[in-house]
């Protein structure tokens, strides 16, 4: 039992966390709930997680806050819950670096897919590590590490990134000098198309760009492509 992952999910409607602990207990995860920031803090002060589901709309502390908090703790991967039509707050907890969001009401197999998905992208499987790649891959004077998942700038210094900014620049350097459209890079990384005003690949390819010192209004390196989607404009060594 102690080498599963472990997830830590918090959400007030008791319901909801009693049907989730029993569904990914059967599905091989140890759970532990929550039902707000006062009970999460506790319970990450006595546990180690691989992954959090984390309910936006909280008593109190909003899930905005608490996943602010969780940031500054650790880089661990978060799975916001969203009430239909919360957009501005899942762009908010997209810019603070959730890896994925699942609105409500959700069907329990569809999380699970999501969870195994941003664990695979994390490296917190046996079967993602297994099947990382060894090769370093070289762009623009920047060197991605795929064994370690680490992005090193010209300076050979670390820049952190999360599950999902790790996943989109793979996908990004695997067709590099191609464009790819929205919908193509919600498929590549969600497994879904984005809907018409659904601005979750914007808000990736922004904290992206931030974290590649890749200047926005004058995007070199990750060009936008009017009326297409997104270009990496640069050549890829593997290696």
């Known amino acids: 039992m102690e080498f599963l992952p472990h997830i830590l999910v918090v959400d007030d409607d008791r319901e909801i966390r009693d049907l989730l602990a029993r569904f990914l207990e059967r599905n091989q995860f ?47 991967p978060i799975i916001m819950l969203t009430a239909m039509g919360e957009e501005t707050d899942r762009i908010i907890g997209l810019e603070l670096g959730a890896d994925d969001y699942v609105p409500k009401p959700f069907n329990p197999r569809e999380l699970l897919a999501r969870i195994r998905a941003v664990l695979r992208r994390s490296g917190e499987t046996p079967e993602s590590r297994t099947a990382i790649e060894q090769r370093n891959l070289h ?16 300076d050979g210094t670390e820049v952190p990134l999360t599950g999902g900014e790790y996943d989109l620049l793979m996908a990004l350097l695997d ?55 997104y270009v990496l404009a640069s050549d890829v060594e593997r290696y």
């Open 139 to 154: 762009f623009s004077g920047w060197t991605l590490e795929q064994s370690r998942r680490r992005l090193l700038n010209p």
């Open 30 to 76: 140890r759970v532990t709930t929550a039902r707000d920031g006062r009970e999460t803090r506790k319970a990450w002060q006595a546990g180690h997680y691989q992954l959090i589901v984390l309910d936006l709309m909280l008593p109190g502390e909003s899930g905005l806050e608490l996943a602010r908090w969780l940031r500054s703790q650790a880089n661990v």
């Open 175 to 229: 067709r590099a000098n191609r464009v790819l459209t929205r919908d193509m890079l919600f498929d590549l990384l969600r497994g879904r198309q984005a809907g018409p005003f659904d601005r979750a690949i914007d808000v990736a390819i922004s904290r992206l760009r931030r974290k590649l010192e890749d200047n926005g209004r004058n995007a070199q390196l990750i060009k936008t492509v009017r009326g297409g989607g």
